[in-house]
Nanobody, 120 residues
């Protein structure tokens, strides 16, 4: 069974740092784009950061310079290093990935979501 499993989020103070990880498991041939999304209460889910198989990255304007996305292809894991956290970063964070699975199909998967709360 293919799945994405995220690390546990946390409660952090404003200005602090936190690293999230998300590991893919199951019958996976390769991983294309990986990314992190977030959804705050009452708001739509938004893209936070994405990284291609060639390590090209993109970020939401609100996190540029504070968050860094990276991936370890050998471990089938994507990371989100979050620094200088702000209360407005409070949200449920989801990882997502386009995975090449058995038969050569490309399927999009989502993690279960993890809560990040930033206190002021």
């Amino acid at each position: 069974q293919v799945q994405l499993v995220e690390s546990r989020g946390d409660l952090v103070q404003a200005g602090g740092s936190l690293r999230l990880s998300c590991a893919a498991s199951g019958s996976i041939f390769s991983i294309n784009v990986m990314g992190w999304y977030r959804q705050a209460p009452g708001k739509q889910r938004e893209l936070v950061a994405g990284i291609t198989s060639g390590d090209n990255t993109n970020y939401a304007d609100s996190v540029k310079g504070r968050f860094t996305i990276s991936r370890d292809n050998a471990r089938k894991t994507v990371y989100l290093q979050m620094s200088r956290l702000k209360p407005e970063d409070t949200a449920v964070y989801y990882c997502a990935a386009d995975l090449v699975v058995a038969g050569g199909s490309i399927v999009s998967y989502w993690g279960q979501g993890t809560q990040v709360t930033v206190s002021s």
